[in-house]
């Protein structure tokens, strides 16, 4: 090698060491350092209200209620908040249905005045008005096309302190082809390294499928309706509640795990990706140079291996190793185990995936979610 492809060399080396780095703080941390906030309290049964925003969701809608119909808690300490969003399918009678079922459930069509009550987006502007309704001491936040595990209210409530505002738990996607398992372990991957980073104090996000606030946090913080626009309206609140001391938090464990449907194409992953993004780069620097290393891998890797194959690939082989490593010990804390062969093709899966999310976010289109176009 010349001597600008000696130091090309060496750069290259040294974006991958850093992520590798990463990999065994990760796995160290996961493996001696690893939180579990819940407490052994069985007696503890405070008012909790469940809400949930649904548009057109008519398919997924009754395996959620079913789930929560299920729920191993004092019916008479639950209540539900349900708000149809403007559906134009038959989700607003499911609901209305399942209300004559259920005592302590209250129905919202969010219609007419309602709609664009807060200059929020969507979702948050129907949680916002469900929210000024809620009794409850916690609140806890799901989404319609997921379903909860039955001990997931007591695991929420058993879980939090007095220091804590919000509370994360961990959400795992249904997966009946390859394309739906690599999304799978990309969501372990990355709500691994959030839980890691939360549990070393560092404020990370809200997770909107599966999120505690407590009552007290949620009023002093203005609620949703206080809340800037954004796509992410999860990691707003998140935001909102930690400026005021409170600490966030995420409990990655059996009764905590929630599973959600994948995307079913690329061009839904894309758009779905496209919006997240738009929350990424809101975020602190560190967190914006922590993820650079993860994107600078593939070119440092290939110019790596257009130097040194054998170097390269043994490089490239460790890195899978390390991830698949840690991705596994996450998801064996809440009682999953994931497949060794998909971890290790996953890296091309994101390779792909990063390169035309990044592609399709500079792309002149709109933000598509929920049915809803926004610029």
Not at 15 to 37: C, G, N, P
Not at 87 to 106: A, H, P, Y
Not at 245 to 274: C, I, N, Y
Not at 337 to 355: E, G, N, P, Q, T
């Amino acid at each position: 090698m010349d001597y600008g492809n000696t130091i090309i060399f060496y750069l290259a080396f040294f974006a991958v060491s850093i992520l590798l780095a990463q990999y065994l703080v990760l796995i160290f941390r996961a493996l001696f350092f690893w939180v579990d906030f819940s407490k052994s309290n069985h007696n503890y049964f405070p008012k909790v209200s469940v809400l949930v925003t649904s548009r057109n969701e008519e398919k997924d809608l009754p395996n959620l209620l079913a789930s929560l119909q299920e729920l191993d808690y004092p019916s008479e300490q639950l209540e539900f908040l349900m708000a149809d969003d403007q559906s134009e399918d038959g989700t607003l009678g499911i609901l209305e249905e399942w209300k004559e079922r259920t005592t302590n459930c209250k129905v919202f069509s969010i219609k007419g005045q309602q709609l664009g009550k807060f200059p929020i987006n969507g979702k948050a502007n129907a949680l916002a008005i469900m929210a000024k309704e809620a009794k409850g001491d916690f609140l806890f936040f799901t989404d319609a096309d997921c379903v909860v595990g039955k001990n997931w209210v007591k695991e929420g409530v058993n879980s939090f302190s007095e220091d804590l505002g919000l509370l994360n738990g961990v959400t795992e996607l249904e997966s009946h082809t390859l394309f739906a398992e690599f999304q799978k372990i990309d969501w372990w991957n990355i709500l691994g390294i959030t839980k890691i980073v939360s549990d070393m104090g560092a404020h990370t996000t809200g997770l909107g499928n599966n999120m505690v606030i407590s009552r007290k946090a949620y009023l002093e913080s203005g609620g949703y309706e206080n809340t800037k626009f954004s796509w992410t309206e999860d990691l707003e609140i998140s935001r909102s509640i930690n400026r005021l001391g409170f600490q966030v938090h995420q409990q990655v464990s059996p009764g905590m795990l929630l599973k959600t449907k994948a995307e079913r194409s690329w061009s839904d992953l894309l758009k779905q990706r496209k919006r997240w993004l738009k929350g990424v780069v809101s975020l602190p620097w560190k967190w914006k140079v922590s993820l650079g290393f993860h994107l600078l891998f593939f070119p440092a890797i290939a110019w790596i291996l257009a130097s040194n194959v054998s170097f390269g690939f043994g490089i490239w082989g460790l890195k899978i190793l390390l991830q698949s490593i840690f991705i596994m010990v996450v998801s064996n804390k809440a009682g999953r185990k994931l497949s060794w062969f998909v971890l290790a093709i996953y890296d091309f899966y994101y390779l792909l995936a990063s390169s035309l999310t990044i592609l399709y976010y500079f792309w002149p289109s709109k933000i598509t979610w929920k049915s809803r176009n926004y610029l």
